[in-house]
């Protein structure tokens, strides 16, 4: 018996990296899974519909059952064709892994509008599409559901030339936690990942360990997959090689006010006070 034994899983961007993982990992827990793919390159020019088929391939060579997926995230339309393969072939949805994304790294005085609108779009309004259109189906199913984003640490700490990609992600974490207040009537539990790991998208980075392998994260993704985390929604959970952590926000003690309102040099002199 598998932990995900009857469910239909979407894993978006699954044609290598980390989603090529999860779905391979969700599929070792009894999954069936879409594997979407549009094909692109690294900055999300492009399109071949072999990586997704490649890894459909993959599955079905080993006993699983998968279907391939070519849609963009980026699109309603698409997001509507995922959840329709995942029905057409395997008569429901249960899980979603947002996973797809792209980079178009620059800094901010020399970010370009498309540079910024191709990567808000695959990210940001690629979680929001696919999560709605998969939790329409949720809800017509009656029988709960579980979302997986993905976040970054770019998002919610920040890094050099990212502004695009870390406003997305960032606004990522937001929309867990939004997501997870209004589906939580649904028994639809959402939470967000913040992996870092050895890919093609982190290819540049020199610092990155050999051993963040993709396939460290996976287990994670199973677990927010399967019923053992039936409690937990709205969360962001850190995977860095063997490590495993919860990001949380912190708010500060801070510092009351007297009676009348504080003017700007009386904050300068209380700032400290407000910040710890």
């Known amino acids: 018996m598998g932990l995900l034994d009857g469910k239909v899983a979407i894993v978006t ?17 009894g999954a069936k899974v879409v594997v979407n793919d549009v094909g692109g390159a690294r900055d999300g020019t492009g399109a071949d519909t072999r990586m997704a088929q490649q890894v459909v391939d993959e599955i079905r060579a080993a006993g699983g059952e998968a279907a391939a997926n070519y849609d963009s995230v980026a699109t309603l339309d698409g ?24 980079l178009r790294d620059k800094s901010i005085l ?59 992600k960032a606004g990522i974490a937001g929309f867990t936690r939004v997501a997870a207040i209004e589906f939580a009537k649904h028994n639809i539990t959402v939470n967000a990942i913040v992996p870092l790991a050895k890919t093609r998208m982190t290819a540049e980075i020199a610092a990155m360990p050999d051993d963040f392998t993709p396939e460290k994260i996976s287990p994670l ?29 912190q708010i ?24 710890r």
């Open 13 to 29: 961007g699954a044609g290598g990296g980390l989603g090529r993982c999860h779905a391979l990992a969700l599929v070792g827990e």
């Open 79 to 102: 997001a509507a064709g995922m959840v329709q393969t995942a029905v057409g072939a395997f008569g429901r949805v249960d899980i979603v892994v947002n996973n797809a994304g792209i």
């Open 110 to 168: 020399k970010m370009e509008e498309a540079m910024w609108d191709a990567v808000i779009a695959v990210h940001l309004k690629g979680t929001f599409a696919v999560t709605q259109a998969a939790v329409r189906q949720m809800v017509e199913q009656g029988q709960g559901g579980r979302i997986i984003n993905t976040s970054s640490i770019a998002g919610l700490i920040g890094n050099f030339g990212q502004s695009n990609y870390g406003s997305a």
């Open 221 to 249: 993704v199973v677990f927010l997959a399967s019923d053992l985390s039936s409690s937990l929604t709205g969360r962001l959970f850190g995977a860095q090689g063997n490590h495993y952590s919860e990001f949380r926000y």
């Open 252 to 275: 500060s003690d801070g510092a009351d006010t007297a009676e009348n309102q504080w003017t700007p040099q009386e904050i300068a002199s209380r700032i400290r006070d407000i910040m």
